[in-house]
Structures are given as structure tokens and as C-alpha cells.
């Protein structure tokens, strides 16, 4: 078990990174009602945790190069992490994906693989951190775990505000363990405040 400040300061950098610079206003994306929804259904069991979210978000603005899909099992995720707060008595695990090239920092996030990072080895794209987190009463961890291999996939054409995230993953743990299956994720507005509190 990993030791529960450093998960805070992970998920703080994570959600802190995707609110950048203020963007300019934009139109949210419509999705197409003839094209239908995927399921989010990853399933694993890690460390002991059963691994079944309920719910995937996303986290992002125009031009940043990285893109966070937050997992949980709780009903309310977005309204929390907008609130500054993480959620209680939930597992939960961020999922961040990145550009790492200059000719795709600004672009946006589209269908492809993203390979999780191996040490400082950089692809063009890849899946900087997957890390999973069983939060208790008080939204303190009692239990983490990163991946170290796997990758995530992405479906969608492109990525945008105001629309979804779907795709699927395959993400293996220091335990030989496995999360896998497909998501849908909905946009999330990135928060202004640092998720420090409980809701």
C-alpha cells in the first residue's frame, strides 16, 4: 500500500494539469442520438478491491496535452471533483492520457492507443498514470495500486468539450492483476479548486 499523501498529490496534478490557461468560450459538442452508447463495464479485482465502476468521466480543455478519465463507483463523481472534493467510501482510479510531442501537444485527443508510460521512455502518445484508490469515510486511501503495463484505447474520432470519451482498457498491476472492459466517459469541466475535501 502506497503511502496516502502521495495519492493526493498525484490526483491534485492530474485534475490541477487539465484546467491550464482559460480557454476561449466553446460550443458544446452534440452527440449523434443514431449512434449508440458504450457501457462503461471495467471490471477487475486488484489488491483485494473489486474493481466496478459506475460511473467514467472525463477532464479537459482545448489544447492541453493531457486528458484525465476519473473512474468511480459513486453516483454523483463529477458534481465532486467540480466541488473540490473527491468522493467518500469509493474506489476510484485516473486515468491519464497524454501527448508528448510538439507536433500533437495542441491537438485533440482522437481514436489510437495509448500504451501505459514505461520509465522515461516517451511514444507520441501514451497513458502517463493509471492509479486506483479505495477511499474510506474521510476520503483517505486505504488502499492504492498503479498499473505498470496495459494500454487504453480510444474510439471516439475526436474528443471534445461537452461530449464523450469512449474506448476500452486493458491495464495490468504490479500483482499480475487486470482491469479491463470498455467505457464511456462524459465530459467533466475541469474544477478550479484542488480536490482536498470529502462530499
Given at each position: 500500500m502506497n503511502h496516502p499523501a502521495l495519492w493526493v498529490v498525484l490526483l491534485v496534478s492530474t485534475l490541477v494539469a487539465c484546467r491550464g490557461s482559460t480557454p476561449p468560450p466553446v460550443t458544446q459538442a452534440e452527440t449523434p442520438a443514431a449512434v449508440p452508447a458504450t457501457k462503461t463495464a471495467v471490471r477487475g479485482r486488484i489488491d483485494g478491491i473489486e474493481v466496478q465502476p459506475t460511473q467514467a468521466v472525463f477532464l479537459w480543455r482545448p489544447k492541453a496535452d493531457d486528458l484525465s478519465i476519473v473512474f468511480a463507483d459513486s453516483d454523483d463523481l463529477c458534481a465532486a471533483l467540480q466541488a473540490g472534493a473527491m468522493p467518500k467510501n469509493a474506489t476510484v482510479m485516473s486515468v491519464t492520457i497524454k501527448h508528448n510531442t510538439k507536433e500533437n501537444r495542441d491537438a485533440p485527443f482522437a481514436a489510437g492507443d495509448f500504451p501505459v508510460r514505461q520509465g522515461s521512455a516517451l511514444e507520441p502518445q501514451d497513458t502517463k498514470r493509471a492509479r486506483l484508490a479505495k477511499l474510506d469515510a474521510t476520503c483517505k486511501p486505504?488502499?492504492?495500486?498503479?498499473?505498470?503495463?496495459?494500454?487504453?484505447?480510444?474510439?471516439?474520432?475526436?474528443?471534445?468539450?461537452?461530449?464523450?470519451?469512449?474506448?476500452?482498457?486493458?491495464?495490468?498491476?504490479?500483482?499480475?492483476?487486470?482491469?479491463?472492459?470498455?467505457?464511456?466517459?462524459?465530459?467533466?469541466?475541469?474544477?478550479?479548486?484542488?480536490?482536498?475535501?470529502?462530499?
Open positions: 486505504t488502499t492504492t495500486a498503479t498499473a505498470t503495463s496495459g494500454s487504453v484505447h480510444l474510439t471516439t474520432t475526436e474528443v471534445k468539450v461537452g461530449g464523450v470519451a469512449e474506448g476500452s482498457l486493458s491495464l495490468v498491476f504490479p500483482s499480475g492483476e487486470k482491469l479491463e472492459g470498455p467505457f464511456r466517459a462524459t465530459y467533466c469541466a475541469p474544477p478550479d479548486l484542488e480536490p482536498n475535501g470529502c462530499r
